[in-house]
């Protein structure tokens, strides 16, 4: 097939930008989106109110330090394992795209969610269809009246957005109190309730074009065994119009219905693009026609660059091995981490100052023991030497033998370290939480003259 002699996109050759009004399709994959949509969503907007033990779903508690995420409570000492959520969506959807292309895109991406899924069903149902709209222009109150209900829509998101930072409560408060006693959250809201609008009302698609590189890694996440929305040039090529297929003539009745249901403006018979999200309109639309002109379906489809060449595809391939393996590896190492946090963290410091001073023929070191409640209920801890009486000829004085600390609470308690004159030595003790059988044990070095 031979190219077009302007490929076809939202973004033209001199940067100016086309409006994409995208028209209504029906079919397998259309449904199965509109369902997804409609599920992410309410998660989205659900999450901040739901409580699972006693706290939000998601709150990202920054100013004190506390991150609830379904039911898991973290504090400041456990930001590492986002270490571990971030890489491992990175792979998973690095695995996704190695395998079924770019669905992430199409199916699951915020961007896509909202646009699809939002927006644009608001702007069909306030200004009319692609057809209504190509008779006359919409009324001016319509125009007016659609940009007041994004302004609105990106409000409730921005302020949802602000949710999984501050608790409904907190919000609540800050609201009836006014911006100027709450001045960041309200410039927060503000901020993102234009970038929402911004985004989803005027830049859309060009985010995805232009802003984000995930679409430029296609030639490195692809391969030719890759699922992707392609069009079968074998069985459509040549093109022609027409209910009753002329002899020697392809499937392909040009149409254009692929083209007008694309949300970023593309002719997918013109190959595989960046700009394309895999969303599978077009192949909801072109089956529709297909099925009315009573020819088989599929002249759009998902399928591999192998398989639109008559190849078998292969699932199973090195690229999606090693895949594998890290996804195996990684998977791995969270669990082992994951199950070696405990509910509490402790650890010894040295005060500043001398390292020790001399009291009689003894010396004596000044120790600081820091411990913090990383669980969301009250806890009491015991301080105790490691080595039994007499192992040691040093004796440890805690301040405070034994505390009770509130949830995500944290203190320092003083450790007095005596003991005759000599090298240097070890210094342990255990930290033991009420109702658990480990302890945390500590080890300082204890600091002194070397001779008498």
């Known amino acids: 097939m ?84 971030l890489t491992g969506l990175a792979i998973t959807i690095v695995v996704l795209t190695g395998l079924l292309g770019r669905v992430w895109c199409g199916y699951t991406c915020p961007q ?4 699809e899924g939002v927006y644009r069903p608001v ?107 392609g069009y079968d040039t074998q069985r459509g090529e040549p093109r022609a119009r027409g209910k009753v297929k002329a002899e020697g003539a392809g499937d392909c009745v040009s149409c254009d219905r692929c083209v007008v249901v694309c949300p970023t403006g593309i002719d997918i018979r013109e190959g595989l693009q960046v700009d394309c999200v895999a969303c599978a309109a077009c192949v909801d639309a072109c089956d529709d026609v297909m099925t009315r002109l009573g020819r088989p379906k599929g002249l759009i489809r998902y399928d591999s660059e192998n398989g639109f060449e008559g190849n078998k595809t292969r699932l199973l391939r090195p690229r999606m091995a090693l895949y594998g393996a890290l996804v195996l590896i990684g998977a791995l ?3 082992v981490t994951i199950r070696q946090r405990t509910t509490y963290a402790a650890n010894v410091l040295r005060l500043s100052g001398p ?11 000044t120790l600081e023991v820091h411990i913090v409640n990383k669980s969301d209920v009250p806890a009491h801890f015991d301080f105790a030497p490691s080595d039994p009486p007499g192992a040691a000829p040093l004796t440890l004085t805690f301040a405070a033998p034994s505390l009770d600390l509130a949830p995500y609470e944290s203190r320092r308690v003083p450790l007095f370290v005596t003991g005759p004159r000599g090298a240097p030595r070890p210094v342990r003790f255990h930290v033991r939480r009420a109702g658990e059988a480990e302890a945390i044990e500590l080890q300082a070095q204890f600091l002194g003259p070397n001779s008498p």
Request: include cysteine.
């Open 112 to 115: 896509t969610v909202f646009l």
């Open 355 to 365: 390292p020790y001073e001399l009291v009689g023929d003894q010396v004596r070191n």
């Open 123 to 229: 702007e069909r149902l306030i200004l009319g269809s692609r057809g209504e709209r190509s008779k006359s222009e919409p009324a001016w109150w319509r125009r007016v009246a659609l940009q007041v209900v994004f302004v609105a829509i990106s409000s409730v998101v921005a302020h949802v957005f602000v949710l999984y930072f501050v608790s409904w409560d907190g919000l609540v408060t800050m609201m009836r109190a006014g911006p100027a006693e709450h001045l960041s959250p309200f410039v927060w809201a503000t901020v993102m309730t234009l970038i929402f609008y911004g985004n989803f009302a005027r830049f859309r698609e060009q985010t995805c074009l232009v802003i984000c590189p995930y679409g430029r890694m296609q030639s490195v996440l692809f391969d030719r065994d890759t699922l992707i929305v």
């Open 2 to 85: 031979k190219p077009s002699k302007a490929r076809r996109s939202s973004l033209l050759t001199d940067g100016r930008h086309l409006r994409i009004v995208t028209a209504d399709v029906q079919g397998r994959f259309t449904r199965a989106r509109r369902v997804l949509f409609a599920v992410l969503v309410a998660v989205l907007l659900v999450l901040p109110f739901v409580k699972i033990r006693g706290a939000p779903g998601i709150w990202l508690d920054v100013p004190s330090r506390r991150f609830h995420i379904l039911g898991l409570a973290l504090g400041a000492q456990d930001t590492y394992l986002a270490f571990f959520a």
């Open 333 to 335: 190492v969270a669990v």
